[in-house]
């Protein structure tokens, strides 16, 4: 079955970039997201890649997918203390009804 | 901007006890998405409607967990009785029928705490 695997924890000073990285399993995968997740809250699409792509740039934020490695990046520049939270990435896959699976999600820590 | 509506917000139960979850899904959007997400992992996918019919229901635990959405609008999940374990956030998700790149929009979810 599908397996989405992320790093638990990453700490960064602000401003400085933060590096959010996923390894997926799931070569059928159409698209791929990322989620943030403020504690209590409900998860907030950041953004999300088509799988024939291999980059993506929406303002601070830059997603990077190697298709062969089964590997997506998020890099956030300028990482401020309100960007502390936890990222989920996720796939779907149009078999699968476009269900999404997630990682376990990376708790990201700025600190001042 | 759209939301996806779910109460209560947070649930405090006691286990054997009968308790449900409401969610009302951004207008026009034919696919519904129930997760649940316990402390520290991830969220799970339990049942996927398409209108009213079930898609997916593979991870529910029918023996104690039931999903409908009768009119194809809003939806109920209902766990009775409830167990320690279903101590969790109960996420509701809608999207566009057929449409990947928009993701899901998710609710603020419901905290359950089963003591």
């Known amino acids: 079955g599908e397996d989405v695997e992320q790093s638990l924890f990453l700490s960064v000073r602000e401003g400085d970039s933060s590096v959010i990285n996923c390894t997926y399993t799931d070569s059928s995968s159409t698209y791929l997201y990322w989620y943030k997740q403020e504690p209590g809250a409900g998860l907030q699409l950041l953004t999300y890649i088509f799988s024939n792509m291999d980059m993506k740039q929406d303002q601070r934020l830059t997603v990077l997918l190697n298709k062969k490695d089964k590997h997506l990046s998020l890099r956030i520049a300028d990482t401020q203390t309100g960007d502390s939270a936890i990222y989920f990435c996720?796939?779907?896959?149009?078999?699968?009804?476009?269900?999404?699976?997630f990682g376990g999600g990376t708790r990201l820590m700025v600190k001042p | 901007e759209a939301e996806v509506a779910q109460s209560p917000r947070y649930k405090i139960t006691e286990k054997s006890q009968a308790v449900a979850f409401w969610c009302d899904p951004i207008?026009?959007?034919?696919?519904l998405y129930w997760y649940r997400q316990i402390l520290g992992q991830g969220p799970e996918l339990l049942v996927q409607?398409?209108?009213?019919?079930?898609?997916?229901d593979s991870q529910l635990p029918k023996d104690r967990f039931s999903a409908e959405r009768l009119k194809g609008v809003d939806s109920t999940l209902k766990i009775q009785p409830a167990e320690l374990g279903d101590s969790a956030m109960y996420l509701c998700?809608?999207?566009?029928?057929?449409?990947?790149?928009?993701?899901?929009?998710f609710g603020s979810g419901t905290r359950l705490t089963v003591v």
């Open positions: 996720a796939e779907s896959n149009p078999d699968a009804g476009n269900m999404l699976t």
């Open positions: 998700a809608s999207s566009l029928s057929g449409v990947g790149n928009y993701g899901y929009t």
């Open positions: 409607f398409q209108d009213e019919s079930v898609v997916d």
């Open positions: 207008s026009g959007h034919a696919t």
